[in-house]
């Protein structure tokens, strides 16, 4: 029988519960555990008059921000649309049905003021870690570091030459930040090389191909994470370039340790980290087992004798060639204080019959050895064993990471400009990972039955 025409009839009154509506396994309403923004109000107080008109609660704003980065919403102004039309939503937010969604407007005006003057959203993400760590989800052993290229949002038609600086006119946010940051080893002192072009929108953004296809303006998303469950630990927007995802690293295993106590007892990362001085620092400042692989040039392939090729004994602080010559140094460090040298005698190597093969273009053959040498040997033992290749297989969590920002996150190109656009967009996105995280790993409990 063909249903009754269903017509629109007023009523009086309506019998509806918001919370009724929200399916018990919508992820929401997992991550709504989790959420715990009192202390953040504490923290805006001072920002806020104590007089005049009540502003928008930065609550809602910020548990709308929340559902933005959850569930892939870049726009700030579709946000608002999504709020006031999902239910599911203004539960979260606690809107009821009746409640006000705010002005997209709102979100850019309370981000360049109380937002970043109180570093708010900083925070959010330390709050959210700190449940991860309450709820057991970070072991704190073992740590896996990595940096990814998000696009900036600058077009590549319209760079200018990085050579002739920026134009006169340039004054908006986005070149009063980069100005800003000049000094900053992370940006504009990472590398005294200059950029091949400039983004007049965005002049922090640096310009790279380093993905090998066209070259775009872009901007270092670096993690931090613990390799237990993949838990976020810090995040640090840098300049697209090696050097500075490299101070980004030292950054955040510092911080870790400062603000949450956190001291691994191990680092996975890929050859980007394994440099001479970052090994060095690890093992011998930090006290930290680096399980990355050894950026080294030292092997030749010209036929002659490389490097390894030279026997070290410790005891003597000597080298030692096939042919069973001694190699000596005066201690004397050259190459930036990080390089000694150590040469053979020249009588030694004159009558050499293994002359050809070991320096045949120089009267004496010389060995470079880093100061870091400890260290990387170090490292090249562990990358050799199996707790490296284990660490090796480990790693693969923070790429996976990376393609969740990317690919469901949908966070491939950022939407805000400058350094402080992208560590804020970048703070919001780590957050948003970790409350999904914690979401999918703490199922939600089983209401008793009666």
């Excluded at 953004?205 to 993905?211: I, L, P, S």
């Excluded at 060995?367 to 990387?376: D, F, L, T, V």
């Excluded at 560590?423 to 996105?429: G, I």
């Amino acid at each position: 029988m063909m249903g009754p025409r269903q017509v629109e009839q007023g009523a009086l009154f309506y019998n509806f519960s918001l919370d009724g509506h929200v399916p018990a396994d919508h992820l929401l309403r997992s991550v709504d555990r989790f959420v715990d923004l009192a202390g953040l109000r504490r923290e805006l107080a001072p920002y806020y008059s104590e007089t005049g008109r009540p502003s928008v609660d930065p609550e809602l704003m910020i548990r709308m921000l929340i559902i933005g980065y959850c569930f892939g919403i870049r726009s700030e102004r579709r946000l608002c649309d999504e709020v006031h039309l999902n239910l599911a939503y203004r539960w979260f937010c606690r809107l009821g049905l009746d409640g006000r969604v705010p002005d997209h407007s709102t979100f850019s005006k309370n981000r360049h003021g109380r937002f970043r003057d109180s570093d708010l959203l900083r925070r959010l993400f330390e709050t959210v870690l700190a449940r991860c760590i309450a709820e057991g989800l970070v072991g704190g052993e073992g740590f896996a570091v990595d940096g990814s290229l998000i696009k900036a949002d600058a077009s590549r038609q319209k760079g200018v030459e990085g050579t002739g600086g920026l134009p006169p006119e340039s004054v908006s946010r986005a070149a009063r930040e980069y100005l800003a940051v000049l000094d900053d080893a992370a940006f504009g002192a990472a590398t005294p090389v200059l950029p091949r072009l400039v983004s007049p929108s965005d002049p922090a953004a640096r310009w790279t191909g380093a993905d090998g296809g066209l070259a775009y303006f872009a901007y270092a998303a670096n993690y931090l994470i613990d390799l237990n469950h993949a838990i976020i630990v810090d995040v640090e927007p840098t300049t697209a370039i090696r050097q500075a995802e490299v101070t980004a690293a030292k950054r955040m295993i510092e911080r870790s340790r400062e603000r949450f106590d956190l001291y691994p007892a191990r680092l996975a990362g890929d050859s980007g980290y394994g440099s001479a001085a970052m090994l060095g620092w690890l093992v011998y400042e930090q006290g930290i087992e680096p399980h990355i692989p050894v950026f080294d040039k030292s092997s030749r392939r010209d036929g002659t004798f490389s490097r390894e090729d030279f026997a070290y004994d410790p005891e003597g602080e000597v080298y030692r060639c096939p042919a069973g010559h001694t190699l000596t140094t005066t201690g004397r460090i050259v190459n930036d204080d990080a390089t000694i040298l150590y040469r053979a005698s020249t009588y030694d190597c004159e009558p050499c019959a293994l002359k050809p093969k070991c320096c045949p273009n120089a009267p004496a053959r010389k060995i470079p050895r880093s100061i870091h040498e400890g260290a990387r040997q170090m490292a090249r033992d562990i990358c050799n064993s199996d707790e490296g290749r284990t660490s090796r297989r480990e790693r693969k969590k923070i790429e996976m990471l990376f393609a969740h920002l990317k690919r469901i996150l949908k966070l491939d190109r950022l939407r805000l400009r400058g350094p402080n656009g992208a560590r804020d967009e970048f703070h919001l996105a780590a957050a948003a990972q970790n409350l999904r995280k914690l979401a999918k790993l703490i199922p939600v409990p089983t209401p008793a039955l009666a």
